[in-house]
C-alpha cells in the first residue's frame, strides 16, 4: 500500500511517517518480486492460460497497492495478448472497473462498460453478465440515471454476486433508493419492498425500509422522518449518491405531497401539515413552489387556508392532440391530391 499511503500523504488526509513507509515499500517490493517469479515461471513450465493469470494476478496487486496507472498497464497488456481467452478478459475489464470506480475516472468508467458489453455480447458467461449489471446499476445512480439504474437493479437483484463491487446491504440500499424515486407505488410495493432479497437484508438498512414502507402505507409523518434519516444516513455519505441527495429529498417529498392530494379534490392546509408533521408555513411554502415549476397540479386559497387540486384532463388533451394531428394529416393529403392532379 506505499502508493496509495503517499497519496494520502500528499493529499494532507494522513501524516508523514518515514518509517511506516519504509516498511510498505519493503513488502510490496517482496510481494512484487515473488508474483514476478511466478509470472517467468509461468512463462517456463506453464500454457498460456497460466501465463495470463500469472500476469492479471500481478496486475491485481499493483491495483491493490496504490499503483493506479502501472496497474492499468499491466491489465491492458494482458488484455491485448492473442492468447488471452474471453473470459480472461472480462476479468481484466472488470478489475479496470473497479480501479476506475474507485478513483472516480468517468471517461475510463464509461469506455470499459462500453468494452464489457462488447465482450459479453461475444458469448460471456451468466455471471459475468450479472456482475456488468451490477457495476451498471451503481455507475447509474451516481449519474443520476435513476430509471436505467432501477431496471438493472431488478434484473440482477435476486442474482447479485458482486461483493467485490460492494456488500449486498449496500448495492439493496443503492438500488431501493433509485427505485423510489422513478417506479409506480405498486412496483415498488411488489417488487422491491416485498422482495425477498430485499427483505433479507432490510435490518442493515431500517431507515430505507422505513421511507418506503412508509410512503406507501400512506404514513406521511414518519416518510417525512425517514427521508431525513436517509438522506444524513445513507445519501450524504454514499460517494455515489451524495451529489444527488438535494434531488433525491425534493423528488421524493414532491411524490408524497402528490399521493396525498390524489385523494382528495381539496383539503386545508392545517390539515396536510398535520398529515406531513410540519407546520402550515412549510407546507405552504413548499407547495407554492413545486406549483410555480409545474410539479404540482393544485392551487393555494391563501385567504381560505384551502389546497384545491386541479389535475390535468388527459382524456381531454388526448383528444385535442387527436384533432390537431388529423388537422395536419389533411392538411397534407390536400396538398398531394394538388400535386397527383397537376
Given at each position: 500500500m506505499s502508493a496509495f499511503y503517499t497519496q494520502l500523504v500528499a493529499e494532507g488526509i494522513l501524516q508523514q511517517d518515514s518509517a511506516l513507509l519504509k516498511e510498505l515499500e519493503k513488502a510490496s517490493a517482496e510481494e512484487l518480486a515473488e508474483l514476478d517469479k511466478k509470472v517467468e515461471e509461468a512463462k517456463e513450465e506453464q500454457g498460456d492460460l497460466e501465463q495470463n493469470e500469472s500476469s492479471i494476478h500481478r496486475a491485481v496487486f499493483l491495483a491493490q497497492i496504490g499503483e493506479d496507472e502501472k496497474a492499468h498497464a499491466a491489465y491492458e497488456e494482458v488484455l491485448q495478448r492473442?492468447?488471452?481467452?474471453?473470459?480472461?478478459?472480462?476479468d481484466i475489464v472488470f478489475g479496470k472497473?473497479?480501479?476506475?470506480?474507485?478513483?472516480?475516472?468517468?471517461?475510463?468508467?464509461?469506455?470499459?462498460?462500453?468494452?464489457?458489453?462488447?465482450?459479453?455480447?461475444?458469448?460471456?458467461?451468466?455471471?459475468?453478465?450479472?456482475?456488468?449489471?451490477?457495476?451498471?446499476?451503481?455507475?447509474?445512480?451516481?449519474?443520476?440515471?435513476?430509471?436505467?439504474?432501477?431496471?438493472?437493479?431488478?434484473?440482477?437483484?435476486?442474482?447479485?454476486?458482486?461483493?467485490?463491487?460492494?456488500?449486498?446491504?449496500?448495492?439493496?440500499?443503492?438500488?431501493?433508493?433509485?427505485?423510489?424515486?422513478?417506479?409506480?407505488?405498486?412496483?415498488?410495493?411488489?417488487?422491491?419492498?416485498?422482495?425477498?432479497?430485499?427483505?433479507?437484508?432490510?435490518?442493515?438498512?431500517?431507515?430505507?425500509?422505513?421511507?418506503?414502507?412508509?410512503?406507501?402505507?400512506?404514513?406521511?409523518?414518519?416518510?417525512?422522518?425517514?427521508?431525513a434519516e436517509v438522506e444524513t444516513e445513507h445519501l450524504k455519505v454514499s460517494r455515489y449518491l451524495n451529489k444527488h441527495y438535494h434531488y433525491f429529498t425534493r423528488e421524493m417529498r414532491i411524490r408524497g405531497y402528490a399521493q396525498l392530494l390524489e385523494s382528495y379534490l381539496s383539503l386545508t392546509l392545517k390539515s396536510m401539515a398535520d398529515s406531513f408533521g410540519v407546520t402550515t408555513e412549510f407546507i405552504d411554502k413548499e407547495l407554492s413552489r413545486f406549483i410555480a415549476a409545474g410539479r404540482l397540479h393544485c392551487v393555494i386559497d391563501k385567504v381560505g387556508g384551502i389546497v384545491v387540486t386541479n389535475r390535468p384532463d388527459t382524456k381531454n388533451a388526448q383528444y385535442q392532440n387527436t384533432i390537431k394531428q388529423g388537422d395536419l394529416l389533411l392538411n397534407r393529403v390536400q396538398k398531394l391530391s394538388g400535386i397527383v392532379s397537376m
Open positions: 492473442p492468447t488471452t481467452t474471453l473470459n480472461q478478459k472480462l472497473l473497479r480501479l476506475a470506480l474507485f478513483y472516480y475516472n468517468p471517461q475510463t468508467i464509461q469506455k470499459e462498460i462500453e468494452r464489457a458489453h462488447e465482450l459479453v455480447n461475444k458469448g460471456g458467461d451468466w455471471d459475468r453478465r450479472n456482475r456488468l449489471k451490477a457495476v451498471e446499476c451503481i455507475w447509474h445512480c451516481s449519474q443520476r440515471q435513476f430509471k436505467e439504474a432501477s431496471a438493472l437493479f431488478i434484473e440482477c437483484l435476486s442474482t447479485y454476486s458482486s461483493p467485490e463491487l460492494m456488500p449486498m446491504s449496500e448495492f439493496v440500499c443503492h438500488g431501493a433508493l433509485a427505485c423510489a424515486v422513478v417506479m409506480s407505488r405498486a412496483d415498488i410495493k411488489k417488487k422491491v419492498i416485498d422482495a425477498p432479497e430485499v427483505v433479507e437484508v432490510v435490518g442493515s438498512i431500517p431507515n430505507v425500509d422505513k421511507m418506503m414502507r412508509s410512503l406507501h402505507d400512506c404514513h406521511y409523518a414518519d416518510f417525512f422522518v425517514a427521508l
